[in-house]
């Protein structure tokens, strides 16, 4: 007679895997779409009544993936994963913001032209940065 192996049920997804998951999907769409819009309008002759859709279109994603980040922050089980996202994303705010304060300072006085496609992609930079900084932060704590 030959023994057989159990294997368990597989557990259910915790709420913090699930949003971690469609987070996965929705920041990159997101960013994305980002680009691709600020690309379409800048390339688009004039401004018309397709502006206003096409502005807001890539907003829709973004903040998808603002509140699944701020569920999955919720939900995550695991202290160290939190803590690493949190600095993350503070790191990331803070070099973006930062960037923005000095380009609007030297479009302010005329030093620099402040281009507007590069406001448009404030959340594909955002996004990039905060994944290097993932990266950096768990390097720091091994």
Do not use: H
Not at 57 to 62: D, G, K, N
Not at 71 to 82: G, I, T
């Amino acid at each position: 007679m030959t023994a057989q192996t159990f294997t368990p049920p597989p557990k259910p997804r915790s709420p913090a895997s699930r949003y971690n998951a469609l987070l996965r999907w929705t920041a990159p769409l997101s960013a994305v779409f980002s680009i691709a819009d600020a690309l379409v309008i800048k390339a688009l002759p004039g401004p018309g009544p397709w502006l206003y859709p096409l502005s807001i279109l890539p907003a829709i994603p973004l903040v998808a993936a603002i509140v699944l980040q701020a569920l999955w922050l919720r939900a995550e089980p695991d202290e160290f994963r939190r803590v690493v996202a949190t600095e993350a994303m503070l790191y990331a705010s803070g070099v973006v913001l930062a960037s923005l304060t000095v380009i609007g300072f030297l479009g302010l006085y005329r030093s620099a032209t402040t281009p507007s496609l590069l406001l448009a992609l404030v959340y594909p930079v955002w996004l990039t940065i905060y994944g290097s900084t993932v990266c950096l932060v768990r390097l720091r704590y091994r």
